[in-house]
């Protein structure tokens, strides 16, 4: 399962540059977005919800991305550690 962040970036077609800027926010919170190190940010709900996306949905499939990253991640380095 990919990241839906990126997989929205990829659809509409938009360079990194150009969709933090189209969204305004920093390169930063992009990439901690796009590694999952953080919950989905208030100012990326309500700007692309200003642009008419279903914000929502992204959302929770951005949460149950992150849960299942999170827990894969987990998995390895217990699996390591024993």
Same mark, same amino acid.
């Given at each position: ?5 990126? %997989?929205?970036?990829? !659809?509409?077609?938009? !360079? ?11 390169? %930063? ?7 999952? *190190?953080?919950?989905?940010? $208030? ?5 692309? $919800? ?8 992204? $959302?929770?499939?951005?949460? *149950?991305w992150r849960q299942a990253r999170n827990e894969e991640?987990? %998995? ?5 550690? $024993?």
């Amino acid at each position: 399962m990919e990241n839906p962040i990126k %997989t929205l970036q990829k !659809s509409v077609g938009l !360079s990194r540059l150009r969709f933090v800027s189209l969204l305004s926010i920093s390169p %930063t919170l992009l990439q901690f977005v796009e590694n999952g *190190a953080v919950p989905f940010p $208030q100012k990326l709900f309500q700007n692309l $919800q200003s642009l008419g996306y279903d914000v929502e949905k992204l $959302q929770k499939d951005y949460e *149950a991305w992150r849960q299942a990253r999170n827990e894969e991640l987990f %998995t390895k380095v217990k699996g390591k550690m $024993q």
